[in-house]
């Protein structure tokens, strides 16, 4: 059976992470990137308080401690394009690595971009977990983010399921039409490649005329001057304010014990 595993990551629930306004969530996310963004390299101790913090926010969003943690390790690939600064940071020398000297600066810096993405991941996994993906833009439109971008994230987000679906139709009629041999099936790699450029041509023909029957739809329901109207927008809470005011305090003393200790 074919399928594509596209399915919204929202979690339900009734945490007080989940309530809280989706502009606190987004600026909180936001503050936490960068505080990781600008810290020393080195400082394990505020990496430690920073990673700390996203347990403690999954915890309390009923999602358990492992929640984040186990998701975030996909970014961990993407960190290994430092992984040549051991080698060309000049430095204290560690080690010889098939010619190559390993110096202790380089070393630091490349585990400090791999800390600082890992724990960055685990934050914005939080985020779009506990907030759905409309009051995500609606808190982003609120933020004024501009509204070409927002307009760019929300299409390319959504647009994404319908690809996706006309994929599927497209690879379940080719194999309801394509019998199954004892032996190899298919020809060449020059017939694959005309193929699977059919295929591409039709999904996208199909996906264009899908979407002028959304794109419709979507008018008929509020979509007006490129944005959808929200007849109950959240309101902001004395609450929520106290929650940004204790997550920034948290953030600045973590810098300070970067910065000064």
Request: aromatic share 12%.
């Amino acid at each position: 059976m074919l399928h594509f595993n596209l399915a919204d990551q929202y979690r339900r629930g009734s945490s007080r992470i989940h309530r809280l306004d989706p502009r606190i969530k987004i600026l909180g996310a936001v503050l936490f990137i960068a505080a990781a963004t600008v810290m020393p390299p080195g400082k394990w101790v505020a990496f430690g308080l920073l990673f700390v913090v996203t347990v403690l926010v999954a915890r309390l969003s009923g999602l358990g401690w492992a929640f984040a943690l186990k998701r975030s390790f996909v970014a961990l690939p993407f960190a290994l394009a430092a992984v040549t600064l051991p080698f060309t940071v000049p430095g204290q020398p560690i080690a010889q690595i098939g010619g190559f000297t390993l110096s202790a600066e380089g070393s630091i810096r490349f585990l400090t971009i791999l800390v600082k993405s890992w724990v960055s991941v685990q934050i914005a996994i939080l985020l779009t977990v506990t907030t759905s993906f409309p009051d995500l833009l609606w808190g982003m439109r609120e933020l004024r983010i501009p509204a070409p971008l927002i307009s760019i994230v929300g299409f390319m987000y959504r647009y994404l399921f319908i690809f996706a679906d006309e994929a599927l139709r497209l690879m379940r009629a080719r194999a309801s039409r394509s019998g199954a041999g004892a032996g190899k099936g298919g020809g060449g790699l020059l017939w694959r490649g005309r193929v699977a450029g059919g295929m591409i041509g039709n999904l996208t023909l199909r996906a264009f005329e899908r979407s002028e029957r959304i794109y419709e739809a979507m008018v008929a329901r509020g979509y007006i001057g490129g944005e959808i109207k929200t007849m109950t927008p959240p309101l902001m809470t004395d609450g929520d304010r106290n929650a940004l005011v204790v997550w920034v305090a948290y953030l600045v003393m973590t810098l300070l014990i970067g910065f000064i200790f």
